[in-house]
């Protein structure tokens, strides 16, 4: 037996389709703490774009703390090696790099 047809033209099928993406996108973004964009497409998404920058510099923050304690655990054999010094340059690109976000003063 055919199965009834859900929508009546492939137009009402991809509107439905974007309409489902689009809540998914707001579920996603509203479950990650970011505020909604504004309705209006050429007025700025200021509190948005704040609040990412924001969870960037919290993101880097924590991963440059794990990393030196990762490195600040480890055995003085481990910390003679070339390993640890690759490891100490790791940590200092993501230390430029959380210094250049945090410059960023909104």
């Known amino acids: 037996m055919p199965q009834e047809r859900k929508y ?3 137009a009402q099928r991809q509107a439905a389709y974007r309409q489902r993406c689009k809540c998914a996108r707001q579920i996603e973004q509203t479950s990650r703490g970011l505020p909604a ?4 497409s050429n007025f700025p998404g200021w509190p948005r774009w704040k609040a990412s920058i ?12 794990e990393m030196q ?3 600040d655990e480890r055995t003085e054999e481990w910390l003679e090696g070339d390993r640890a010094e690759e490891h100490l340059d790791r940590i200092d690109s ?12 909104w």
């Open 94 to 105: 993501v230390q430029e790099i959380l210094d250049t976000v945090s410059e960023l003063d």
């Open 37 to 40: 964009l504004p309705a209006i």
């Open 54 to 65: 924001r969870m960037v510099r919290e993101l880097l923050q924590q991963t440059t703390d």
């Open 8 to 10: 009546i033209s492939r």
């Open 69 to 71: 304690e990762y490195y």
